[in-house]
Nanobody, 119 residues
Framework: QVQLVESGGGLVQAGGSLRLSCAAS????????MGWFRQAPGKEREFVAR????????YYADSVKGRFTVSRDNAKNTVYLQMNSLKPEDTAVYYC????????????WGQGTQVTVSS
C-alpha cells in the first residue's frame, strides 16, 4: 500500500514561485507514474503534470506548460512540482497521485496541499 504526503503549499503573490513535494512510502516499487492534480473551489479536479517513476518522461497540461516543472528524486521517493510565474487562477488544492505499473488509473492519492495565489 503506497502512502503519499504532500507539502509545500502556501500563500504567494502573483508572479511568485512555490515548490510542492510529495513523499511516497510503502510499496514504491510498484509505482509506474506519479502525477499532480489540482482542484479549485467549485471546479472539477484537473490534471497538472506527470512523471514516470523510472524515467525522465514528463507531460504537462497546457495551462501550466513552461511555468511548472515536475521532477523526482528516487533515492528519497519524492516527487516535486516547481511552480513559477504563478497566477491567481493557479489557486487550488494540489494533490499528488501514484499509478501502478500497467494500471489505467491512479490508485493512490495524497491528502492535498493548498496553494493560494493573490493578485
Amino acid at each position: 500500500q503506497v502512502q503519499l504526503v504532500e507539502s509545500g503549499g502556501g500563500l504567494v503573490q502573483a508572479g511568485g514561485s512555490l515548490r510542492l513535494s510529495c513523499a511516497a512510502s510503502g510499496g514504491t516499487f510498484s509505482i509506474g507514474v506519479m502525477g499532480w492534480f489540482r482542484q479549485a473551489p467549485g471546479k472539477e479536479r484537473e490534471f497538472v503534470a506527470r512523471i514516470n517513476w523510472s524515467a525522465d518522461s514528463t507531460y504537462y497540461a497546457d495551462s501550466v506548460k513552461g511555468r511548472f516543472t515536475v521532477s523526482r528524486d528516487n533515492a528519497k521517493n519524492t516527487v516535486y512540482l516547481q511552480m513559477n510565474s504563478l497566477k491567481p487562477e493557479d489557486t487550488a488544492v494540489y494533490y499528488c497521485a501514484a499509478k501502478k505499473v500497467f494500471a489505467l488509473s491512479y490508485d493512490y492519492w495524497g491528502q492535498g496541499t493548498q496553494v493560494t495565489v493573490s493578485s
